[in-house]
């Protein structure tokens, strides 16, 4: 996400990554043809594996029509203020609905909305049975208590996976959790998909935030992963990271992990979407990963890349979150 991070990154800071002495992210280098590189990791394509689940979604959006005398899916996004990158993000999310047949509702609301009038678009989500998912765009304007809002939204229809009881029951051995955040399920999903085995692989999750970091440790022990948080206060992270199988990293780092981190033949998940300077592109900027790419490829037996890796899978996987809010409502979910 480009611009301001909100407080539901939690403790997880970029700043903290970057002011440290001991660390050396690896400096865009903007000539560098990555065509003529050798890589020997395979591309995890996470666009691909995107489009083959939202076939599938397509595909039984249309079958519980048919067993619901065509009752439509609805997806309600609140978007507060105006960021470019959120508007952009929201743009995708309506496009991805069209294709797979979700009914896709928008409010919009200047930044200067009180806090109040957001939650009462939220009930009124929350009282709408057409409306199966809910979202609240982050960033919110710095005068909301974001906390305050998603705890306000239905955990029925808490798509993002945002709400504390989802959380929760996520953490609990047992107990299953109506919806999973979205990002760390796509996470999962690119590692199953791609056949690649998480039951008992050491994994090291890098970040800790309540979005990403933090629910894809509990997603990766749910999987049968030994699984070791490395955060912005690890002492010698390079040593924790490069014993293991498997890397997510997930902290808004641009190259903050190197090729030393990486174990040779380790399996490496690139969370991070971060905007660098590059005069020679249309928008003065590209994005990049928090792995080193170019490193990392050479050592890493598989890699996702950026922005066609875990990008894709977020909203692929919102959209499974609805159609599975949908088929609970209506009595199908299996």
């Known amino acids: 996400m480009i611009g301001r991070r909100p407080a539901m990154f939690g403790w997880n800071g970029p700043k903290i990554w970057r002011d440290r002495k001991d660390l050396q992210p690896c400096q865009a280098i903007l000539d560098e043809d990555l065509a003529k590189t ?34 439509v899916l609805g997806l309600a996004v609140v978007l507060v203020g105006s960021y470019k990158d959120s508007e952009t993000y929201v743009r995708s999310k309506k496009k991805a609905c069209k294709e797979v047949g979700i009914i896709s509702l928008e409010e919009n609301l200047p930044v200067d909305s009180s806090e109040e009038e957001v939650l009462n678009i939220v009930r009124k989500f929350n009282d709408d049975p057409s409306v199966h998912g809910i979202l609240v765009q982050l960033p919110l304007p710095k005068h909301m208590n974001e906390e305050r809002v998603f705890a306000a939204i239905s955990v029925e229809k808490d798509v993002d996976g945002f709400h504390p009881l989802n959380i929760g029951k996520l953490a609990m051995q047992g107990r299953t959790p109506p919806f999973v955040p979205c990002t760390p399920r796509g996470c999962i999903e690119l590692l199953l998909r791609s056949n690649v085995e998480i039951k008992g692989k050491r994994v090291v999750v890098i970040g800790r935030s309540n979005i990403v970091g933090t629910p894809a440790a509990m997603l990766l022990q749910r999987n049968q992963a030994t699984v070791t948080i490395v955060h912005s206060y690890t002492p010698n992270p390079t040593e924790i990271t490069c014993e293991v199988d498997i890397v997510i990293a997930a902290v808004g780092v641009a190259h903050l992990v190197r090729g030393d981190w990486i174990k040779p033949g380790a399996v490496v998940i690139d969370v991070g979407i971060n905007p660098i300077e590059d005069p020679s592109a249309k928008k003065g900027y590209r994005l990049v990963g928090d792995v080193c790419f170019k490193e990392g490829a050479m050592k890493a037996s598989a890699i996702t890349p950026i922005p066609a890796g875990v990008g894709p899978m977020t909203i692929a996987m919102l959209l499974r979150n609805t159609l599975d809010s949908a088929k609970r409502a209506y009595g199908l979910l299996d």
């Open 38 to 71: 050798e890589f020997t990791a395979r591309i995890i394509d996470g666009k691909l594996i995107a489009e083959e689940i939202r076939q599938e979604i397509a595909e039984e959006i249309m079958r519980l029509k048919s067993q619901t005398n065509g009752k």
